[in-house]
């Protein structure tokens, strides 16, 4: 393990006019004030102020490992704790009163022969790999460890539980042909945001957290992690070798799904972002999101999903509207399920977040048509020729993941015709159902007269906090 002081860390670095230099415990001038003697007694020693700095200075990560878990929660509040599979979580309210995610995974706790053995783990499965080439997966990576893991075991004489010998496993894995620490990340069925701004050796990693103890339902907080170059660079080879897109100095926006669609990660790297590249990862939600399940959170009313129900049985055309992370792809899920399951569903988007696995497994037939950088033309004509296909690809239900611009041109004509033969409806960002409007009107040129009546429905959807604001 590697443990060392470093005064970049440092945020709380006390000058030395903080402390009394004179004999009687204040400078000449400071006897003058007489608030002096009121603060000197909140006045931390130079022994605690020392201890308060070396404590946050703390930067510890095993000598395979790329990003460092830093600082030290002793003494902070703790809010809650919880276990993940590959480590441990809690979560602190600090001394500047920011929410912090602590998470220490499993190998940065690994001492001694444990420690040595995960390190020779990784470079046998690394040595194998430059001897013979070719390709690996999981399985292979798991099998090449758990080979040489128990040959070195029963050779120390050393009595290993087979649980462990999975647990090594599964971090040489994650350490050879895995995503590093952003794997522990996206096993927390918690966490819906990962960000890592440029320089990311310079900032922390900053998650959105649900469901925390005795706050609102979504926490943005910091975590305890600095990721260095060598991890982000990790991350994207795999991002590009997985899509298949281009990322370099020409293109330097990478978007793609990924840990199996379960995530949307998008990149943004130099020249576009001059400190370095930055990521930004978004979880989609493990269980799909249904009318009961909105209502059981609370983000809707029975009588509103009772209203939305009989809407989509009836074949109406919705425009979801909201904010960024108001929740517009989540209602839209939930309204796919209320759909007959003979009734046949075209989904078109740019990012695999609409249920339509899950949907196929039970029953329901979902067409899925994915629009990203593989296909010609910009992102609105790939939509715009997306939406023309689907309408003629028989008598469907449209669910169009995002309208942006010129193809609302065509979702309106589709909504006017009826040519769908079947509700029609899609999620636009808009502040409110009136924005919407006037952007739908005004905007693409649409009189309003024209353009508004074919749109049964416009929902909009918000945060609580919004709410509040009455945006």
Known sequence: MTRILDDRACGDILAYNDFPVS??????????RPDCVERSSQTPTVSDSLTRIGRRCVRRKPAYADTWAVGDISGMEVIESYDLPDGKVVVVRTEDGEIEYNVMPDEYSYHGDIGDSVSAAIDHVRDIYRK???????????????????????????????????DICETVYRHTLGLGIFDVLLRDSRIEDIFIDAPCENNRIHITL??????????????NL???????????????????????ETNPILETDMDGGSARATVVGYPLSPNGDSVAI?????????TTRLIANGSIDPYTAGLLSFLVE????????????????????????????SQRILTIEDT?????????????????????????????KRADEALRVSLRLGESAIALGEVRGDEARTLYQSMRTGRAGSSIMGTIHGDSARSVYDRVSMIWGYPRKRSWPPTSWSQWAHSEEEGRRGR
């Open 282 to 290: 978004r979880k989609h939600s493990r269980m799909p999101w249904t």
């Open 23 to 32: 004999g009687s415990g204040f400078s000449e001038d400071a006897q003058k």
């Open 132 to 166: 013979k080439g070719g390709s690996m997966d999981r399985q292979t990576v798991m099998s090449l460890a758990g080979v040489f893991l128990r040959k070195r075991f029963e050779k120390a004489e050393e009595d290993v539980s087979g649980v462990l010998v999975s």
């Open 210 to 223: 649900n469901q925390v103890s005795g706050l609102n339902a979504h926490v943005r907080c910091r975590t």
């Open 226 to 248: 600095v990721a260095e170059p060598k991890e982000i660079r990790n991350l994207i080879n795999v991002l590009k070798r997985e899509s298949g897109l281009l990322y370099c």
């Open 352 to 380: 695999m977040e609409l249920p339509g696995e899950r949907m196929r497994s039970m029953g329901y037939k979902v067409q899925s048509m994915l629009i990203d950088d593989r296909m010609e033309g910009d992102a609105r």
């Open 314 to 341: 009836n074949r109406s055309t919705f425009l979801i509207c909201g904010a960024r992370g108001s929740g517009k792809s989540s209602l839209l899920s939930a309204m796919l399920f209320e759909f007959p399951v």
